[in-house]
């Protein structure tokens, strides 16, 4: 860029220029505001001074004129004075304080972003399913219309209750919310609404499961071995009830 004596820009010129791995040229070849990775550099000084001012970079020295704050124990490195960590052509250090590899840092933006849909995507469709399978699920009275307590509806109930699914394991981080938040992605929310008879059977079966581990043995023994046709009428002779084996999902409360 061409400039005047208040370094106001008076326009872009064309022009390249050649230094050493480590961004040394001779000062006096330099005929532009900006140098060496598009820092300034200070002829008085023969570097650059990176982080506004933080400390100074001696491109012949290849070393820095002072110690990082941030060494040797934090993100500056094991040695203070050392720059872009002994390797100038893949990374880049503006700040003076961390050197980092340019492409990579754009391979992990993207990376983290696929990352976080993919999350995202996965605790909807594992939340949708969630609610559509307890949607379909629906328990049965454990008592009749006389208000007694029928067994056989109870360990029909029992069956549908091992078989409720739990809720999803995964979940979302606040970031992958406020992501979700931010590119207006809908999430997904887990149903908590109450299933009806669900409380009140769990209770029952606590009570009788011995009387349900009886009834589960008689199904058992009288289910008919694979691929083999048995009469109904056979069954109705068991003590298992007739209306126990009733093919009507209406009706058959209990298979």
Known sequence: MSVDRANSVLGIGHGSMKYSPYGYIESDSLSTLLAFSGQRFD???????????????????????????????????????????????????????????LSKSFKNLFGRKAKKIERINNYNKSATDFNNERKEMGLFDPFDEEGNLDIYRLYRNRNLINKMPSKPSQTLSGKDKAYAAKHEKTLEDIS???????????????????ELDKIAKDVEYWKPSQGAQQNRNIRSTASTPGHFWFNSKRTDKYD
């Open 43 to 101: 002829r008085v000084l023969q570097g650059y001074v990176l982080g506004n001012g933080y400390r100074t970079y001696n491109p012949r020295l290849r070393r820095f004129t002072s110690p990082d704050t941030l060494s040797p124990f934090e993100v500056g490195g094991l040695n203070p004075y050392a720059y872009c960590l002994n390797d100038p052509i893949n990374n880049i250090d503006p700040s003076g304080h961390k050197a980092f590899n």
């Open 192 to 210: 908590n609404d109450q299933i009806p008879y669900l409380k009140q059977s769990k209770d029952l079966i606590k009570e009788h499961s011995i």
